[in-house]
């Protein structure tokens, strides 16, 4: 009999100062040590740079650390996440989509400060880069600015007002679409995930539709559980992996130590006796 995630801490989903997180890589490693995580993902956006670091740690930890990276996709128009997972070092078919993507964060970057400069906003593009240092430069960066120049009351201000999806609305056509990646991924030593399906503006219908061309063009999992995610949506989640015949995969979404539900390791529990678990590979 497989082993249970109740008897394993699993988390395959969580993020970095690389890209938009408050830990460093070590840092996050040693958070995971502290809840006894033993297969751990960190899958910052559009980056492998903190990967090695993370390897150097877990390796000290004892902790087995999955390869992995959060990236930026679409689907007819809408922005999507995809946690790619288990991959060789030598994927240059991944090490290309990366690239690719972390240019186009650049752009979406000037984008941003141009949209936000419509809305009546200063120039923000230099003090946002300056902000995201060495991580991927993306909307949070613009909003720890927008709350120190005193434009808004805190980040979520920020979102609520001027960095939201129906604000900046022209962002949404900038990154590759699941037909151009996901077929040649798929052809690659590593698993493509779904990441937190129930935060799309997707009616159900369309839930099924996307999670059915995903597994057609080549995807093989679905995160069911990402933080904390309402029971009833994670339910509907497993019905629709176990009709599509995903495996299934779950993870914290962690970004920072701010929330009675931002833990390492914490998300909400699923029905997996039922299900076909990613992680039993690496257990």
Request: net charge negative; proline share 5%.
């Amino acid at each position: 009999m497989q082993e249970s995630l109740l008897h394993r801490r699993i988390d395959l989903h969580t993020h970095s100062t690389c890209s938009d997180g408050m830990l460093t890589p070590t840092e996050l490693l040693t958070k995971a040590k502290e809840q006894n995580i033993e297969v751990f993902s960190l899958t910052d956006h559009d980056t492998l740079t903190g990967l090695q670091e993370a390897q150097t740690a877990a390796d000290k930890l004892g902790i087995k650390l999955v390869p992995g990276v959060e990236l930026s996709v679409q689907w007819s128009g809408i922005p999507l996440h995809m946690v790619v997972l288990g991959f060789d070092k030598e994927n240059d078919v991944l090490t290309s989509i990366v690239e690719k993507n972390q240019e186009t964060r650049l752009e979406r970057a000037k984008r941003i400060a141009q949209l936000l400069v419509k809305q009546g906003l200063p120039d923000l593009y230099e003090k946002a880069v300056l902000e995201a240092g060495p991580s991927q430069i993306g909307r949070p960066h613009f909003a720890r600015v927008m709350v120190r120049e005193g434009l808004v009351k805190d980040e979520n201000k920020a979102f609520d007002q001027y960095l939201g999806n129906k604000r900046l609305g022209k962002l949404r056509d900038v990154w590759p679409t699941l037909e151009e990646v996901v077929p040649d991924l798929a052809k690659t030593s590593c698993d493509l995930v779904m990441a937190h399906p129930k935060r799309y503006p997707l009616t159900l219908t369309k839930l099924r539709r996307l999670m059915t061309l995903f597994s057609e063009l080549g995807g093989n999992a679905m995160e069911v559980s990402s933080g904390n995610e309402n029971p009833q949506s994670v339910r509907l989640l497993e019905t629709i992996s176990r009709d599509l015949g995903l495996s299934v995969s779950v993870g914290s979404d962690f970004h920072g130590p701010y929330g009675p539900w931002c833990e390492v390791g914490k998300f909400t529990s699923i029905q997996e006796a039922s299900l076909n678990p990613l992680w039993h590979k690496w257990l």
